[in-house]
């Protein structure tokens, strides 16, 4: 069985709940090494994400990412509106019209997230950035679909391999984003873009159906 | 017939502040300051820059736009911008400090210059001592051999080289096919133009290598000639 759009908007929903629940552990991580916004900036992203939900019902997985990503890229204000509102936008993109997806679509939505990512920020794996985030959990997922695994099973692995890539950023010094400009001073702590993608792709794992919590 | 510029900042006083410095040597330039979020706080915004990057297309009477930006993700918005533009072919994306950027290509602008012409403008200032680009490096004349072109010019405008004559020099030569040095700095770079200081009865040297080697000398005759306008 397939995600249909019930998950995309569940995952959104959880997203949206995330991140006004760790707003201000996301605003302490970025006030250490940032602008001290992202936990705001991403609490009123999934905010409209949520308003544009409600105004127009989405049909599709795709159709929901895509108006996630239109509001997050208008509505963040920090480097993580493009970034994320170019991931989703991706995503949706590989989805196209399908209204179930499988293991493989879902795999391959991950790798075009992740994709569009880098592509906009420019950041490669190690460089303290989200990237070291979404980098493992493609990886991870495609490890899961080589082994025959289900949706939810590349979504599990994809949520364990970027909580686990979110906390590999600790020691790194950053050489990307408003980070990079504190050079050895960065390291020592987690990169707040890391820690949210891994915040949102474990909401992913839970809507698919995922026990919460239980990669911990 | 003007190119239009568009300013993206994390701040709408910064988009709007640099604005008002760079329109004060570019009056009939139309600028599309975009800055902050739509609930005034500091960010950028996709569908303001959208916006403008769309009004400056409708309005914008030369071949296109050229777009100054600040720090990463005003970066990022503007190239997010891009993809959903109706014309992306006429928006250029300039690589270049924004304030001294903007002036740099507002003064090209001013001049009629086309887009592309402007962005190297904006792209040609640089802070400082300019850097060695590439192994040949733009600055050294050495190695280079003798100058295709050369000739020294005594400056009679009043105020001498200051910001807005550097700006129409390094403008102007960025547009060309040319190497040219202007008493042996970088003739493209704004900022150095500007150090050399030079009052009105002194001597500027233009030195000049490549293809457009005469063009370059002769628009820098001409501007003097003219006394950069000032006169």
């Known amino acids: 069985m397939g995600l249909g759009v019930d998950w995309a908007v569940q995952w959104l929903t959880l997203s949206a709940r995330l991140m006004s629940e760790h707003r201000e552990e996301l605003i302490a991580?970025?006030?250490?090494?940032?602008?001290?916004?992202?936990?705001?900036?991403?609490?009123?992203?999934?905010?409209?994400?949520?308003?544009?939900?409600a105004q127009t019902p989405p049909e599709t997985p795709g159709a929901a990412l895509k108006l996630a990503a239109m509001a997050l890229m208008s509505k963040v204000g920090g480097a993580a509106g493009p970034l994320y509102g170019t991931a989703y936008l991706r995503a949706a993109t590989a989805l196209g019209e399908s209204t179930e997806i499988d293991a493989v679509a879902l795999a391959g939505a991950l790798t075009a997230a992740r994709d569009g990512i880098v592509a906009r920020g420019k950041a490669e794996l190690g460089d303290k950035t989200m990237v070291d985030a979404w980098s493992p959990a493609v990886e991870a997922a495609d490890e899961v679909l080589a082994v025959g695994g289900d949706a939810v099973a590349v979504l599990a692995a994809a949520a364990e391999a970027a909580e686990v890539g979110a906390v590999t950023t600790d020691p790194l010094v950053a050489r990307k984003g408003r980070a990079s400009y504190l050079g050895e001073r960065s390291a020592g702590h987690r990169d707040p873009g890391a820690a949210s993608s891994a915040l949102l792709l474990r909401a992913a794992a839970t809507a698919a159906g995922f026990p919460e919590g239980s990669a911990e | 017939m003007t190119v239009g510029?568009?300013?993206v900042s994390h701040s709408r006083k910064i988009a709007e502040g640099a604005v008002e410095l760079a329109a004060q040597m570019a009056p009939d330039v139309k600028f599309y300051p975009v800055g902050g979020t739509d609930d005034g706080r500091v960010g950028t915004d996709l569908e303001k820059t959208i916006a403008a990057f769309e009004a400056g297309l409708a309005e914008a009477s030369g071949d296109g736009?050229?777009?100054?930006?600040?720090?990463?993700?005003?970066?990022m918005t503007a190239e997010s911008a891009?993809?959903?533009?109706?014309?992306?072919?006429?928006v250029l994306l300039a690589d270049a400090p924004l304030v001294e950027g903007l002036v740099a290509a507002a003064v090209a602008t001013q001049g009629g210059a086309l887009a592309?012409?402007?962005?190297?403008?904006?792209?040609?200032?640089r802070f400082g001592p300019q850097p060695t680009?590439?192994?040949?490096?733009?600055?050294?004349?050495?190695?280079?051999?003798?100058?295709?072109?050369?000739?020294?010019?005594?400056?009679?405008?009043?105020?001498?080289?200051?910001?807005?004559?550097?700006?129409?020099?390094?403008?102007?030569?960025?547009?060309?096919?040319?190497?040219?040095?202007v008493n042996g700095v970088d003739g493209t770079?704004?900022?150095?133009?500007m150090s050399l200081a030079v009052g009105q009865g002194g001597k500027l040297r233009v030195e000049a290598w490549g293809k457009d080697a005469s063009k370059a000398v002769n628009y820098v005759r001409r501007l003097v000639e003219q006394?950069?306008?000032?006169?």
Do not use: W, Y
């Open chain 2, 189 to 193: 770079s704004i900022m150095e133009l």
């Open chain 2, 65 to 75: 736009l050229v777009v100054l930006t600040d720090l990463g993700s005003a970066v």
């Open chain 2, 82 to 90: 891009l993809e959903f533009c109706s014309e992306p072919d006429r």
């Open chain 2, 227 to 231: 006394g950069f306008g000032e006169i």
């Open chain 2, 116 to 125: 592309a012409t402007v962005k190297a403008a904006a792209e040609s200032v």
């Open chain 1, 29 to 53: 991580l970025d006030r250490a090494i940032g602008d001290s916004d992202h936990g705001e900036n991403m609490d009123r992203g999934f905010q409209a994400v949520m308003e544009k939900i």
């Open chain 2, 5 to 7: 510029l568009v300013v």
């Open chain 2, 133 to 181: 680009l590439n192994a040949a490096g733009p600055v050294q004349s050495q190695g280079r051999g003798e100058p295709a072109e050369s000739e020294e010019f005594e400056l009679i405008n009043p105020m001498g080289m200051h910001a807005r004559p550097a700006a129409k020099i390094a403008g102007g030569l960025a547009g060309l096919d040319v190497e040219a040095t």
